[in-house]
């Protein structure tokens, strides 16, 4: 029996904070590997810019080097349109052996979200849901059955990283004139 460790998201840019919460995610559910699977599109965020599918994957693909038990899965952009955690599941779940057991990580953030996800229920019959604390996103009750990891989850911001790095280029643009 495998344990394994699905992590969706964006990942635009990835950065340390993800890798930091998929390293204490697999060290505290003693997890065998942990898959990153990079969203084509998210349903359920804001509408803001990502970084380009080509430039996600490659840069996710260099953070994840370092680390044999991370992996990357293109599933959700190969298969195009808007990506549901619950087809994602049902994909790893046909692909993995009839005992392994799946744990979807996923930051703090989600839990006000997580009636609006398609077929929630479904969701979490499909694996143990695992939410991370990350700052800025108090715990909330749920009442969906969630495994807290405790241990919070450095500073780190793709949304916050992405409005710096605009500020930046505009600041950059303006001096230019």
Not at 134 to 155: F, M, N
Request: glycine share 4%.
């Amino acid at each position: 029996m495998a344990r394994i460790g699905i992590f969706g998201g964006s990942f635009s840019p990835v950065h340390d904070g993800h890798l930091w919460l998929a390293r204490q995610a697999r060290e505290e559910l003693g997890l065998e590997r942990v898959i990153f699977v990079p969203s084509n599109q998210t349903p359920l965020k804001e509408k803001r810019p990502l970084y380009s599918t080509s430039a996600r994957i490659r840069l996710l693909k260099q953070a994840l080097q370092p680390f044999s038990y991370f992996s990357l899965s293109l599933c959700e952009v190969q298969r195009k349109g808007v990506s549901y955690t619950v087809d994602t599941l049902k994909y790893f779940r046909k692909k993995s052996a009839k005992n392994d057991m799946l744990f979807f990580l996923s930051g703090s953030d989600v839990l006000t979200q997580l009636p609006r996800w398609k077929q929630v229920s479904d969701v979490m019959r499909l694996c143990r849901f695992v939410v991370m604390a990350r700052p800025g996103y108090p715990w909330t009750k749920s009442p969906y059955p969630v495994i807290r990891l405790i241990s919070a989850a450095p500073d780190i911001s793709s949304t916050r990283d992405q409005k710096k790095l605009e500020r930046e280029r505009l600041k950059s643009k303006l001096a230019q004139k």
